[in-house]
């Protein structure tokens, strides 16, 4: 997976989604359908910090060569996710005024949720190559799902997704680990 690449699409997404950010997520609630309201619940649910530790964590200990990598992999999550929080509380930007389907008490910039799915994206690409794109479109799935329940405008997931991504790369370079 080519981080220039990834990258260069997440800030044009960025550039489109600040631009069109109530249009979008009002599009986006419009047309909610109520059959899949459960559904898009669990999707959010497995991109929550909590679920992206678990699960991540229990895919490198399946594997005996990635167990070695489970420090980094929380390290990453831990810092990942203490900036979100900071950035959440220096920003202070509200949720979309839109019907919820999710209460959320704090600030929406950036999406934590995101940011835990995209950070350990740069570790999954190299450790289990077979199942990167499939991590990716989970991701995708998840920052759909923070939009569609109301919690996120898009330019607070993209923002996060980004800074989880970004944060990943530059922990696997200070942390100096070569693959």
Do not use: C
Request: aromatic letters at 12%.
């Amino acid at each position: 997976m080519k981080k220039g690449f990834i990258i260069g699409i997440g800030l044009f997404l960025l550039i489109i989604s600040i631009l069109f950010d109530k249009q979008i997520v009002n599009f986006v609630v419009s047309h909610r359908i109520n059959s899949l309201n459960s559904i898009i619940h669990f999707i959010s649910f497995m991109g929550s910090a909590f679920s992206v530790i678990v699960l991540t964590t229990v895919l490198f200990v399946s594997d005996k060569e990635s167990r070695k990598y489970i420090p980094v992999l929380w390290l990453t999550l831990v810092l990942v996710l203490g900036l979100v929080t900071i950035l959440k509380y220096l920003v202070a930007r509200p949720r979309p005024l839109v019907p919820v389907l999710e209460i959320n008490n704090n600030h929406a910039f950036p999406s934590g949720h995101a940011a835990a799915v995209f950070a350990p994206l740069v570790l999954i690409d190299k450790l289990f190559p077979k199942i990167k794109w499939l991590w990716l479109a989970i991701g995708i799935l998840i920052l759909f799902s923070r939009m569609y329940l109301g919690a996120h405008f898009m330019s607070d997931v993209i923002s996060g997704a980004l800074i989880g991504y970004i944060s990943g790369i530059l922990i696997l370079r200070v942390t100096k680990i070569n693959f």
